[in-house]
């Protein structure tokens, strides 16, 4: 059989511009041409958390443990939120949340894993869990997205089958009281399957909010007999 080079379907120069394209990208905050979703000298005004709460990551005027806390310890031990959820931050997550920008994601979860102290070193990681209804309508849990990427950059494994959530609650962020968000989660996680190995396991999560989702997650891994639970998330409210 005789092969026939077929000729090039447009000259080489445009073929080369396409694939500069591809590679090329602008910032998402200032528009400057960028490796990065971000630019470096964009990254450097990021809402880094300064002095927070060890125990919530609530913001402080000195590291310390808030009043709350003091007066109710809750079932975590220790919580990392890396940005406050402010200009840009705010806009970011929602672009990765609601548009599933898979791009931004990965960046912020790759600037998480840079700052966050990684010691004593958690058994597991675990994203906290989307009912499968919400699951099905947005496509993705972006939970699950942010620990996969600090697990590949740390080594910690993540685990996805260890907990369900079995009620589908409607957004903390919709609902007036404490009392009211205490009630909607209670009893919406379940433990599934936990190793006997584990003692120390930490929670990912993109945004806390109230912190009413990470401790009725924690409770029931508390509940289940796990020592120490961290959480670590993206952004702090
Ligand atoms: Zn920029
Ligand atoms: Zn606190």
């Not at 806009?91 to 990965?106: M, P």
Request: proline residues 6%.
């Amino acid at each position: 059989m005789v092969r026939v080079n077929k000729p090039l379907a447009m000259p080489d120069c445009l073929n080369l511009q396409v694939v500069f394209n591809l590679f090329s990208q602008t910032c998402y905050l200032c528009g400057n041409s960028s490796t990065e979703a971000i630019c470096n000298p964009c990254k450097k005004y990021l809402p880094y958390q300064t002095n927070t709460c060890l125990s919530c990551a609530k913001l402080l005027d000195e590291v310390g443990i808030c009043p709350e806390c003091k007066q109710n310890p809750p079932p975590y031990t220790h919580t990392q939120a890396i940005f406050s959820y402010t200009y840009p931050i705010d806009k970011l997550i929602k672009l990765a949340k609601f548009q599933q920008n898979l791009t931004i994601l990965k960046l912020l979860a790759n600037l998480m894993a840079q700052d966050l102290i990684m010691e004593p070193r958690p058994n597991v990681l675990i994203p906290v869990p989307l009912h499968s209804k919400r699951l099905r309508q947005r496509g993705y849990n972006q939970s699950l997205e942010l620990a996969k990427i600090i697990s590949k950059q740390s080594g910690i494994p993540v685990n996805t089958r260890a907990c369900k959530r079995i009620k589908n609650t409607r957004p903390q962020t919709s609902l007036l009281n404490a009392q009211q968000r205490e009630e909607n989660l209670a009893k919406a996680f379940k433990i599934k399957k936990r190793l006997a190995s584990w003692q120390h396991i930490v929670l990912i999560d993109d945004v806390m909010t109230t912190g009413t989702t990470v401790k009725q997650l924690a409770l029931a891994f508390k509940a289940a007999g796990i020592a120490r639970i961290d959480v670590w998330c993206c952004a702090r409210r």
